[in-house]
């Protein structure tokens, strides 16, 4: 059975998941990424370095965010959000979201090889940002 996700239900996936995906466009091009993420109700936060993700959300600040909870192919549920990218410059704001995300992937992390060389061991190098949801549907299919 095909069905929507109702609010409630679309809470629950975007705080129960730790990886979705951004989808951005800027000149022509459109660029969808996976990012670690945690979602606090009212917005999605995560971290990169620099690099063409942040490049292109700088310019254009309208973003998508995709999440999935995948059991088999007849057994899933999806969410699909649309917000605006958020730089945070604050300091203790972003050393507070950086503690968050280290929080929630801390029990993925089996060893230090498994560490993303992307920021989480190097917060001053880490650009961390907010995506302020708009719009979120959702979808599944229960077998």
Known sequence: MLGELNNAQIEGLLK????GRIGCHAN???LIVPVNYF????YIWAHSR????IKMMRENP???FEVEEIENMANWQSVIAWGE??????EVERNNAMQK???QLLPLLVSETAIPSHGLGTMKLAIVYRIRLTKKVGRFEKQ
Request: net charge negative; charged share 35%; hydrophobic share 30%.
């Open 39 to 42: 979602y606090d109700g009212a």
């Open 85 to 90: 990218y958020e730089e945070i410059k604050d």
């Open 50 to 53: 620099e690099g063409l993700k």
């Open 16 to 19: 129960s998941q730790i990886l």
């Open 62 to 64: 309208n973003v998508c």
């Open 28 to 30: 022509d091009t459109t």
């Open 101 to 103: 995300l280290i929080k």
